[in-house]
């Protein structure tokens, strides 16, 4: 069963702090997405790669970055913890064609 | 910029009533659209999809046709049971660039 997995459930994390949310999947897929899911606003792309070592913004990148060093690996990185990052991010990631396959979810609260 | 709008929720049924979710959307091109779900404490599966234009999608009793007239791929059920009580998506993809863009999401809740 392809899996799109993420290394936390839940986080609890202090303002300031650096945070590290990790994404591997064991499908071979060249792209791959983290969102951030907000009551009322959906999903919103903070940041996705298509290939290894290469990365791009999406809508929402202020406060992060991203690492991606092996193909199945995609990290997502807060440079310090702020109380407006506390949300569920997910991490996806598709094949040619489109087709997202999402992970479980990671459900960050900065205090 | 393309987007998805969605109906707002919760849309609260009794078991087998029939189920209607309202999508509209706007976009240069012609996207791929798609329906997710995602139950509670999960993170999101796709439902169903539709690449042109009069395409319908199914999955698990639920349908949606891509309608370019209308730019619209409403979801909708016959009859609806309560393991369908979930928070439901639309999408589109960019067919250049492969990135999704989500609707706010509608909340179902079926009851007994």
């Known amino acids: 069963d392809v899996k799109v997995t993420q290394s936390s459930r839940y986080l609890v994390k202090r303002t300031g702090e650096k945070v590290f949310l990790e994404c591997v999947q064991d499908?071979?897929?060249?792209?791959m997405f983290w969102y951030r899911q907000d009551p009322g606003l959906g999903l919103r792309l903070i940041y996705f790669?298509?290939?290894?070592?290469?990365?791009e913004k999406g809508d929402i990148p202020e406060g992060y970055s991203v690492s991606r060093e092996k193909k199945e690996r995609f990290s997502l990185i807060l440079e310090s913890a702020s109380t407006n990052q506390t949300s569920m991010y997910l991490c996806?990631?598709?094949?040619?064609?489109?087709?997202?396959?999402f992970g479980s979810g990671t459900r960050l609260t900065v205090v | 910029g393309d987007s998805v709008t969605q109906m707002e929720g919760p849309v609260t049924l009794s078991e087998e009533a029939f189920l209607t979710i309202n999508c509209t959307y706007t976009?240069?091109?012609?996207?791929?659209l798609f329906w997710y779900v995602q139950y509670p404490g999960e993170g999101l599966q796709l439902l169903l999809k539709?690449?042109?234009?009069?395409d319908k999608g199914s999955n698990k009793g639920f349908e949606a046709t891509y309608r370019k007239e209308t730019t619209s791929f409403h979801l909708e059920k016959g009859s609806v049971q309560v393991s369908d009580s979930a928070v439901y998506f639309c999408?589109?993809?960019?067919?250049?660039?492969?990135?999704?863009?989500f609707g706010t999401g509608t909340r179902l809740q079926v009851f007994p």
């Open positions: 539709a690449t042109k234009a009069d």
């Open positions: 999408a589109l993809s960019d067919r250049v660039t492969d990135k999704l863009i």
């Open positions: 996806a990631s598709a094949g040619a064609g489109g087709g997202y396959t």
């Open positions: 790669s298509y290939d290894v070592k290469m990365k």
């Open positions: 976009a240069t091109g012609y996207p791929s």
């Open positions: 499908m071979d897929h060249e792209n």
